[in-house]
């Protein structure tokens, strides 16, 4: 059985400081990771994915994810935030080798709020 | 390129009545997913369809859920009877068979029991 949790519910910052969206997963097998954001009054989307290979990824909107298998985290990061990342964000997992589908397990979310 | 199209936007209705949310997914797109996503938690999986073949039902309440994807495209969740618990946004996505991991998520069917 998967599951992914994130333990903040709601992370409050200012504009332009660094920010940390924390996810841990639990997993019997290996899996591949995602990042989701849902805007304000929108569906969700993908920011970013790890799959295999460098263990560091990266969006084309200055956030970052790092996979630590020994940890079992995949932290989300960006340097400076702005208010346009106010937005609620969704760690998932979903297995490897899942038999040609994917079975997607979601945390709870995390809802940033960047204060100008 | 269309993104996936959910309609209706917002429903409210009274328990133990039924309800029905249809989804359009991306042209092309084989695999659809149905999620529910109850207030305060990460969006949970009903259903997923392999064009009009079910692959994944083991979370669909199925005493009072169906859907249906005929065709291998558009497809049609419905709920009988309703209950307060079921107040939720009912969110539909679809893929490529190849690469599956990028799921395409439609803005939700936001619907009220009372």
């Known amino acids: 059985a998967q599951s992914v949790t994130q333990l903040d519910s709601q992370v409050p910052v200012f504009e332009e400081a660094p920010v940390e969206l924390r996810c841990n997963y639990s997993s019997s097998v290996s899996v591949y990771l995602f990042w989701y954001v849902q805007y304000p009054n929108q569906g969700l989307q993908l920011l970013l994915k790890y799959l295999s290979g460098s263990t560091l990824v990266e969006s084309i909107n200055g956030f970052e994810a790092e996979f630590n298998k020994s940890q079992t985290s995949f932290h989300l990061r960006k340097p400076s935030v702005h208010i346009s990342d106010t937005a609620e964000y969704f760690c998932a997992s979903s297995p490897m080798n899942s038999g040609g589908y994917q079975k997607v397990t979601f945390g709870t979310g995390t809802k940033l709020q960047v204060i100008p | ?114």
């Open chain 2, 1 to 114: 390129e269309a993104g996936v199209a959910q309609s209706p936007r917002y429903k409210i209705i009274e328990k133990r009545q039924s309800v029905a949310f249809w989804c359009n997914p991306i042209s092309g797109h084989a695999t659809l997913y149905w999620y529910q996503q109850i207030l305060g938690q990460g969006p949970k999986l009903l259903i997923q369809f392999q064009n009009n073949g079910v692959v994944d039902d083991s979370q669909l309440p199925k005493d009072r859920f169906s859907a249906e994807r005929l065709k291998g495209v558009d497809s049609t969740l419905k709920i009988q009877p309703a209950k307060l618990e079921d107040s939720a946004v009912y969110l539909c996505a679809s893929s490529l068979v190849f690469p599956i991991y990028e799921q395409y998520f439609g803005p939700g069917t936001r619907l009220t029991v009372t």
